[in-house]
């Protein structure tokens, strides 16, 4: 008895997808219970027939790159056997795309240098590379200047600029067709070092000022942060938001003794956001505001002062 798994459809699947001139096809079924074993037939369309042709002895799972070119149409017919006997075959088909040339890093970014490389071809001698930028003012693409290696450096681009590259295949010292790959600068990342809290030790009187430390954006962006300041709420294990305190000072309204604050101070450029730093600090009794005077009373809210003559 011939089964399928579940409500899956029994099915034949190829590999890789797409393909490409430089790798042989494999075929997978998929989904199949109680099979003895599968038979395997490759075909290739014939436009001058329109129709399928067999590929030769193309009888197993594999399908060597020889069998094919770019633009071929191939098909695979696996077919069920159980004691002996064929199923109903199925079938896929794909078609073997084009050689390509990708550039890396993918993203990229404003520090970052650009490598072009050429995939999936067969019996090159050599590429030949120009690289381009898009201009908007003639909204066309512009050759960047002696751009012609594999590698194009980060001087040579902004964030948000696109850049090609044209890379062409030569086989003989004749050029072949050439084929491109396109990029966006993205956006990078706005990083600080950390952040810190005056004064400390801070006290029931202090105004809380919060000190961003190690600003860098490889763009170039102007600094600009945002704020939140947050105490420990010993009752929920948690830090809660300040309300309204989203800047980088906090005034001593917003405090008591023993409390822990927490200022966390997030970079932004303008476009994105970076990671977040933070700082802590506990407040500590009101110290004395000359020498010529000392606490009389003391509680975790208020100090009273008297003067000693």
Sequence with gaps: MLCTGGNATADVTYSPDPAYTDTALLATPLHWIGVDSFTYQWQIWDEGTTSWLDIGSATTDTLESSNFDVGDEIKVVCTPVVDSVPGT?????????????SITPDPAYTDNDLLATPLHWIGV???TYQWQIWDEGTTSWLDIGSATADTLDSSNFEKDDQIKVI???VIDSVPGTPVDATITISNSLPLLTG?????DPAYTDSLLEATPEGWFDADGDP???QWQWQKYNTSTDAWD??????????DNTNFTLN????VICTPFDGTDIGTPVESMVIISFCQCLSKGEVPAIQNCYDTLWLNVK
């Design 89 to 101: 075959p199925v079938e896929a088909t794909i078609i073997i795309s084009n050689s390509i040339v």
């Design 125 to 127: 001698d050599s590429f």
């Design 167 to 169: 890379c062409t295949p």
């Design 195 to 199: 952040v810190v809290i005056i004064p």
């Design 223 to 225: 600094e600009s942060y």
């Design 241 to 250: 938001n300040i309300s309204g305190a989203t800047s980088n000072t906090l």
């Design 259 to 262: 409390d822990q604050l927490k």
